[in-house]
C-alpha cells in the first residue's frame, strides 16, 4: 500500500485513497455554480508538459490523487488542448472507483465538460469513441458536432456570453453540478482564475527537471493585476513529489 507522508497540517502517514476521502467539495458550492478544484502537475524548473504531455511529469502516487480527485465531483472540465494533447478516454475506467463513486452518492461517471469556441473537437480520441460517456459542451459556434458513440450535448451560447461563468452557471442549473474538478490545460485555468472562480488548487511539484524553450506553465494568459495571494492547506509528500493543496481566495 502507497504510503504518503503528511508534513501540514499534523504529520501523519496515509494512503492516496484517505488523502482525499473526507473531500465534500459539493458541500461548499455557492449558491450559483460548482465548487471549483483545479488540478495540476509540475516539474521543479515551473513546466507543465514534457514533450507536450504532461505524464512524464508524474509517478504513480500522483496518478492515484489524480483519479481520487475525480471520484470526489460531479463533473470534470478539462480544455480541447488537453483532451487532444493527453488523448482523454473513460473518465472512471476502474468499476471499483465507479462503485466507490456511487456509494459517495456521485454518479458512476462525472459529466465531461468542455467549453469551446471553435467546436474543433478531436472526435478521435477515446473520450469521444466511447458510449459510457457522456460529454457537455459549451460552444458559441453554429457548426455540427462530431458525430461519434459518446452522448455529446452540445449547449449554444451566444458569443458574448461564452464564458466559464456562463458555462458553471448553466452546469449547476441544468445538471446540478455542485463539484467541479479541472484538469486544465493552462489556458482554461488562466480563464477561470480571471473570471474568479477557482476555489481550490492542487498541484503535484515533481522532483524533475524539464527545461526546453517553450515554458509551458500551468498558468497561461493575461499577467494578473497583482501577485495573488493563495492559502496553503496541506503538504503531504511520497517519493521525493510533495503535494501541494492551496484555497484561492480569489472569489
Ligand atoms: N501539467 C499538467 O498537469 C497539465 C494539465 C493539463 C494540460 N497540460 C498540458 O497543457 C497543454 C494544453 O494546454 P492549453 O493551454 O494549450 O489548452 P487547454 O487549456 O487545454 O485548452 C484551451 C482551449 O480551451 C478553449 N477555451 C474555452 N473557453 C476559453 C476561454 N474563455 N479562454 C480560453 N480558452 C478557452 C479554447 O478552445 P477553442 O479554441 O475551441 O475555443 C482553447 O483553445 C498540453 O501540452 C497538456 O499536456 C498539462
Not at 521543479?44 to 480527485?69: N, P, W
Not at 469551446?116 to 455540427?144: G, N
Request: proline share 10%; charged share 25%; aromatic share 6%.
Amino acid at each position: 500500500m502507497t504510503q504518503l507522508r503528511r508534513l501540514l497540517p499534523d504529520p501523519a502517514p496515509l494512503t492516496p485513497a484517505e488523502a482525499v476521502e473526507g473531500l465534500a467539495f459539493g458541500q461548499r458550492a455557492p449558491a450559483d455554480r460548482p465548487y471549483v478544484a483545479v488540478n495540476f502537475v509540475e516539474s521543479v524548473d515551473g513546466r507543465a508538459a514534457f514533450e507536450g504531455r504532461s505524464g512524464a511529469l508524474g509517478d504513480d502516487v500522483d496518478r492515484q490523487l489524480f483519479h481520487g480527485l475525480r471520484g470526489r465531483v460531479d463533473a470534470v472540465l478539462v480544455g480541447t488542448g488537453t483532451l487532444r494533447a493527453e488523448r482523454y478516454g473513460r473518465l472512471v475506467r476502474d468499476p471499483d472507483r465507479r462503485a466507490a463513486r456511487e456509494a459517495a452518492g456521485l454518479r458512476p461517471d462525472p459529466l465531461a465538460v468542455v467549453v469551446s469556441r471553435s467546436l474543433d473537437l478531436p472526435p478521435d480520441i477515446p473520450l469521444f469513441q466511447d458510449p459510457d460517456s457522456t460529454i457537455v459542451v459549451y460552444t458559441s459556434s453554429d457548426a455540427e458536432p462530431p458525430e461519434c458513440p459518446a452522448d455529446v450535448r452540445l449547449v449554444r451560447l451566444d458569443p458574448a456570453e461564452t464564458t466559464m461563468t456562463t458555462a458553471l452557471r448553466r452546469l449547476r442549473a441544468d445538471h446540478g453540478v455542485r463539484s467541479l474538478l479541472c484538469e486544465g490545460g493552462p489556458t482554461v485555468f488562466g480563464a477561470l482564475v480571471h473570471e474568479r472562480l477557482v476555489d481550490e488548487l492542487f498541484v503535484t511539484l515533481s522532483p524533475k527537471l524539464a527545461g526546453g524553450m517553450d515554458p509551458l506553465t500551468i498558468l497561461q494568459g493575461p499577467r494578473l493585476p497583482d501577485p495573488e495571494e493563495l492559502e496553503l492547506r496541506w503538504v503531504l509528500e511520497a517519493g521525493g513529489s510533495l503535494f501541494l493543496r492551496y484555497g484561492v481566495p480569489l472569489g
